[in-house]
């Protein structure tokens, strides 16, 4: 299926004002209604390494292994959740496999996001991700989060330990509790949403997240106007206007006609 005309997204990465490199990947892939996130672990050896081959790995299963078993189910909800589950775990493997064969890249990990709207009739985003990269939907001018980190701090405001508040400050806020290429087995949280014509999805690593909190970035979208690309401009400028302490990688997926997309 031809998603050009009907969902569309523009994505940005900036190596931001602090790190040396930057160890962010993304992927936009509009005519498969793909779009992938990665962040490689800051301070491991090997996180852009890692963070391409996560997402050159899902861009390859997607659009390659999985493609005829989705158009099969394009109704079949468990069916786009296996797919995304496999297309993760053979990440993990391919990271790993990596790492076992240049030992310098031992260790190197990265997070992941990924929407996914599959063929079919019904208005559905499916959406997968591992580690502290985020999905959002913006809805009537209203953000809401999709995700939630696999992080330490998170882990603590779930069990009550903390504030959400607090969590913004907790010197442990950047440990991350689940990530692609440490373990050997991974468990990604997956999870489909329903659309609607005007919506827009953002995923982004936390190079936006840590330096504008939700508010801050529902108000950035809100100036930047109905166009993806805008929209990832804004965001990233901001996010650098505010510090640029790391990279900063966002996508925007909109419907085509709604954002003026390239037919």
Same mark, same amino acid.
């Given at each position: 299926?031809?998603?050009?005309?009907?969902?569309?997204? /523009?994505? &940005?990465?900036?190596?931001?004002?602090? @790190? $040396?490199?930057?160890? %962010?990947?993304? =992927? *936009?892939?509009?005519?498969?209604?793909?779009?992938?996130?990665?962040?490689?672990?800051?301070?491991?050896?090997?996180?852009?390494?890692?963070s391409r081959i996560a997402v050159e790995t899902t861009v390859r299963f997607i659009a390659g292994d999985a493609q005829d078993r989705l158009a099969l189910g394009k109704d079949d909800p468990a069916r786009i959740e296996a797919a995304l589950r496999e297309a993760i775990a053979f990440s993990?493997?391919?990271?790993?496999?990596?790492?076992?064969?240049?030992?310098?890249?031992?260790?190197?990990?990265?997070?992941?996001?990924?929407?996914?709207?599959?063929?079919?009739?019904?208005?559905?985003?499916?959406?997968?991700?591992?580690?502290?990269?985020? /999905?959002? &939907?913006?809805?009537?001018?209203?953000? @809401? $989060?999709?995700?939630? %980190?696999?992080? =330490? *701090?998170?882990?603590?405001?779930?069990?009550?330990?903390?504030?959400?508040?607090?969590?913004?400050?907790?010197?442990?806020?950047?440990?991350?509790?689940?990530?692609?290429?440490?373990?050997?087995?991974?468990?990604?949280?997956?999870?489909?949403?329903?659309?609607?014509?005007?919506?827009?999805?953002?995923?982004?690593?936390?190079?936006?997240?840590?330096?504008?909190?939700?508010?801050?970035?529902?108000?950035?979208?809100?100036?930047?106007?109905?166009?993806?690309?805008?929209?990832?401009?804004?965001?990233?400028?901001?996010?650098?206007?505010?510090?640029?302490?790391?990279?900063?990688?966002?996508?925007?997926?909109?419907?085509?006609?709604?954002?003026?997309?390239?037919?």
């Amino acid at each position: 299926m031809d998603f050009s005309k009907t969902w569309y997204g /523009a994505g &940005l990465s900036d190596i931001g004002l602090v @790190r $040396p490199s930057n160890q %962010d990947a993304l =992927a *936009v892939l509009n005519r498969r209604g793909l779009w992938v996130v990665a962040d490689g672990m800051g301070g491991h050896a090997g996180g852009d390494v890692a963070s391409r081959i996560a997402v050159e790995t899902t861009v390859r299963f997607i659009a390659g292994d999985a493609q005829d078993r989705l158009a099969l189910g394009k109704d079949d909800p468990a069916r786009i959740e296996a797919a995304l589950r496999e297309a993760i775990a053979f990440s993990n493997e391919a990271i790993r496999s990596e790492a076992r064969r240049k030992p310098r890249l031992a260790g190197m990990g990265t997070t992941i996001v990924i929407v996914l709207i599959p063929p079919g009739p019904a208005l559905l985003a499916a959406v997968a991700h591992v580690g502290d990269s985020r /999905a959002y &939907l913006w809805r009537r001018q209203s953000l @809401r $989060p999709l995700t939630r %980190d696999h992080s =330490a *701090v998170e882990e603590y405001v779930r069990q009550g330990l903390i504030t959400r508040d607090q969590a913004a400050m907790h010197p442990h806020r950047h440990v991350l509790s689940r990530a692609l290429g440490i373990e050997t087995q991974i468990e990604p949280d997956v999870s489909l949403y329903p659309l609607e014509a005007d919506d827009f999805l953002l995923l982004c690593t936390d190079g936006l997240s840590k330096m504008l909190d939700d508010r801050q970035i529902a108000a950035t979208i809100l100036r930047a106007g109905p166009s993806p690309e805008a929209m990832c401009r804004a965001l990233v400028e901001e996010a650098n206007a505010r510090g640029g302490e790391d990279n900063t990688t966002v996508i925007v997926v909109g419907q085509s006609q709604r954002c003026g997309a390239p037919a």
